[in-house]
């Protein structure tokens, strides 16, 4: 397999420390270790793959779903919880631009659409995931940025119909969430949870529903086949009339070639502090359980957790390696430490990184594979994978049935990915563009 960063990305060091991994027990699923004939096979075992097999074998079709590590192993298993709006970053100028202020408001109604899509699965099957917060909170890291926040305000209405709030910095203090901040813009859309608990409790309904799914057996080799796709497992042979590629940010350059240069994998870190008692908090001045982040280009995210542990998130990582990860983990805190001065003495009991992925046209995509008949994925979701990727799998289950799909499904995500400028060497422009949003962030 061919990827674009080096091999320490793609093994267990950089989750090594992950929380959410200490919140659950689990016990290993099988690998695949013999030839066999599906409908449709899954590569991947995250939020989209799980999410789509749970809905076809709803439907009584045949599924498989391959894992190369275990449920949950890549950035699903690893971000931070927030089940919120996004999925893509293009502005509404560029949507109107391109696909009409009626497909503006498609995209962005279908980012509403996808965390009614996750607390539909949460409420129907009971699964407890720690769920908390209100929708979320944009804070306004520079004076300028509130008014940023303002005018953005005057579009949520027209976008997603739900209820909002503009918050002046003196406000704050008194809601819980004090800070260096000069403002901020709470929108009632979303909520925290523990994508773990999620992400198992996917799994166990799928497989509930029928669906098989093997872990630690990843896909040596795919191709079609003359009554559809053959994909090379531990040495074995799986069959299927379709395939869904759902590998996001942990994705090949050559599985299949279609995908060299059309995604960008970028790094995000996160750390995890140990429970903090009420006083603690306090003397932060921060103690709701909102989700929030801030305005930088390079943003953090952060939120309370039910047990008292602050989650801390953030944007930049452009290097892998053991060396490179202590000096992330090593960033991330002084971060933490500057946003939070009053916590400097409040320990790190984990800190982890995943790879989100981007598009070069900042939307997510959800189809067939062009040229490639049977072959689907959904992928790109700058960030925002809990309810998108979800969200993505329910849609992909409809498609490759042949059906019209009965739930959203916007011009703006049936775009095929284009590839980016310099391909295999896209990677290059990172550090120019991270040092130029770091410059417009101060």
Wanted: net charge neutral; aromatic share 10%.
């Amino acid at each position: 397999m061919k990827r674009i960063f080096d091999k320490y990305a793609y093994g267990d060091g950089p989750r090594a420390g992950c929380w959410w991994d200490a919140t659950v027990s689990t016990s290993a699923r099988p690998t695949f270790k013999q030839s066999a004939r599906t409908d449709v096979a899954i590569i991947g075992g995250g939020f989209t793959g799980l999410s789509a097999a749970l809905h076809l074998a709803r439907s009584g079709v045949s599924v498989t779903l391959i894992e190369a590590e275990h449920v949950g192993w890549g950035a699903s298993g690893r971000n931070g919880g927030f089940c919120c709006l996004g999925g893509g970053i293009a502005d509404d100028a560029v949507l109107d631009r391109r696909f009409g202020v009626a497909g503006r408001i498609d995209f962005r109604r279908t980012e509403l659409a996808a965390i009614g899509a996750v607390e539909g699965i949460i409420d129907a099957t009971g699964l407890k995931v720690d769920r908390h917060s209100v929708g979320e909170t944009s804070l306004a890291h520079r004076s300028k940025d509130f008014l940023a926040l303002r005018r953005h305000a005057d579009t949520i209405a027209e976008n997603y119909g739900v209820e909002y709030e503009l918050h002046i910095a003196d406000e704050l203090s008194g809601m819980g969430m004090a800070g260096p901040f000069h403002g901020g813009l709470s929108i009632r859309a979303g909520f925290g949870l523990n994508p773990r608990k999620y992400l198992l409790g996917l799994a166990q309904e799928a497989e509930k529903a029928g669906a098989l799914i093997y872990e630690r057996s990843g896909v040596a080799e795919l191709t079609s086949h003359v009554d559809g796709w053959q994909l090379r497992i531990n040495g074995h042979k799986l069959r299927a009339d379709q395939v869904i590629l759902a590998t996001n940010g942990y994705s090949s350059e050559d599985l299949p070639p279609w995908l060299a240069g059309r995604y960008m994998p970028g790094q995000s870190n996160v750390l995890v502090t140990r429970p903090m008692s009420h006083e603690e908090l306090e003397a932060a001045g921060w103690t709701s359980t909102q989700m929030a982040y801030d305005t930088r280009n390079l943003l953090h995210y952060f939120r309370l957790m039910p047990d008292g542990r602050f989650l801390f998130g953030m944007r930049g990582g452009l290097f892998t390696g053991a060396s490179a990860e202590a000096h992330a983990a090593k960033k991330i805190r002084s971060h933490f430490e500057e946003m939070f001065p009053a916590w400097r003495g409040i320990e790190t009991t984990h800190s982890w990184s995943g790879m989100v992925c981007l598009s070069r046209d900042l939307l997510p995509f959800v189809g067939r594979i062009p040229q490639a008949n049977g072959l689907w994925t959904g992928m790109c979701y700058h960030g925002n994978g809990v309810a998108m990727g979800s969200y993505s799998g329910m849609l992909l289950s409809q498609l490759v049935q042949g059906k019209s799909p009965d739930i959203l499904y916007p011009e703006a995500m049936r775009v095929p990915l284009r590839k980016f400028e310099l391909g295999r060497w896209r990677r290059v422009v990172m550090p120019a563009a991270y040092a130029a949003f770091m410059l417009a962030d101060r």
